[in-house]
């Protein structure tokens, strides 16, 4: 279940961005609303991605082969839910080309790369309406080269026309996982590492999501830093499938770093209760003993699922067991959604999943 791996690219040439539409930036001051971030299964309004894939980053044999898969998961969620896709403007007509006649509407921005996930806003409602908080993007502590994508979140949020909230705290979206109730799954490897919030405590981050998030009880997992570029991001690990139902990742490959923790996350899970006290229902899906995918940093995990209107969109690597596995498990646990299984190798060889490229926008 290996994913990203570091990378280190030129900052020279920046451009600067093109984007339309206007929002309102706020300072989360404690301004009397509550804000909250709802769970992924509520429904949206859109999903949000970027078609970022470029040679310095992804080496040209794999950029077409990644383009593909962006457009493929686009497309398939584009049968559910609209989606906007933010688009360097040199490739607009690539990206037309490839999701032509879906539901896509493509967004010209200047970007790094294409994960969603992390680059983008984490929308919240509140009694105000929605908005959308910037988490600081920094490369997932400097790994990568960011200057475009640290701008992501506004781009977004000015597009969405919902206020943008600022905040010290720099975490990604793929670092935590809400059930929308007021619980937080949250792994201490990434959020609590010194390449995002030196001095910053689980106290201290706990206080900052209660405001920004609704957050009243969070569940820290260890995660692993180090081992990938996000060191660890709780979207590969643990899923909520609903309030109290929790979907966990199962690593049997006895030579992969995440063997252990996936392990230690189960009987943390296992013991764990969330904010109304309840003892969490923990779903177990094992990942995959045969691939088609090569390479060290192939993320061959099914946790990294994106549920949207009335579907979960979920990857498949060809192994003949657990690939239907997993759609039996997902289909029990998402009974009124339609299992959409993609092939995303392209994707999954830079280290990341279906859920890593999305980032929901929730209904109003």
């Not at 009987?267 to 904010?275: E, F, N, R, S």
Request: charge should be negative; include cysteine; charged fraction near 25%.
């Amino acid at each position: 279940m290996r994913r990203r791996t570091f990378v280190q690219t030129s900052m020279a040439a920046i451009s600067s961005f093109l984007v339309t539409g206007c929002g309102d930036e706020a300072e989360p001051a404690d301004d009397g609303r509550k804000w909250m971030m709802p769970e992924e299964g509520e429904p949206h309004a859109r999903t949000w991605m970027a078609f970022g894939a470029s040679e310095r980053i992804w080496g040209a044999d794999l950029v077409p082969v990644v383009q593909r898969d962006l457009a493929a998961i686009a497309t398939a969620i584009a049968r559910f839910e609209p989606v906007s896709m933010l688009v360097r403007p040199g490739e607009m007509d690539l990206a037309r080309g490839l999701t032509s006649g879906a539901n896509v509407d493509l967004v010209p921005a200047e970007i790094d790369d294409l994960w969603m996930r992390d680059t983008g806003p984490v929308f919240v409602r509140g009694a105000g309406g929605r908005a959308g908080v910037d988490f600081n993007f920094n490369g997932w502590g400097d790994k990568q080269d960011h200057r475009r994508d640290a701008k992501v979140a506004r781009i977004v949020t000015e597009r969405a026309g919902v206020e943008r909230l600022t905040t010290d705290l720099v975490l990604e979206g793929g670092g935590l996982e809400v059930d929308g109730e007021g619980t937080a799954i949250i792994t201490e490897s990434c959020v609590l590492n010194n390449n995002r919030n030196p001095g910053w405590k689980k106290r201290d981050v706990e206080e900052e999501l209660a405001y920004l998030l609704g957050i009243e009880k969070v569940i820290w997992l260890p995660g692993i830093a180090g081992e990938d570029i996000t060191d660890g991001h709780t979207d590969f690990y643990a899923r909520f499938a609903s309030p109290g139902v929790v979907v966990a990742g199962l690593d049997n490959d006895p030579d992969s770093f995440d063997y252990d923790v996936t392990r230690r996350h189960l009987d943390i899970l296992h013991q764990a209760t969330d904010v109304h006290g309840r003892p969490l229902r923990v779903e177990v899906l094992e990942g995959p003993s045969e691939v088609r995918g090569t390479g060290d940093d192939f993320a061959a995990g099914y946790i990294n699922f994106y549920v949207c209107n009335g579907a979960v969109i979920a990857p498949e690597f060809g192994d003949p067991h657990t690939d239907p596995a997993t759609r039996a498990t997902l289909q029990r646990l998402f009974p009124d959604r339609e299992i959409v299984q993609l092939n995303i190798d392209g994707i999954a060889a830079g280290g990341g999943g279906i859920h890593c490229t999305t980032q929901q926008e929730p209904a109003a």
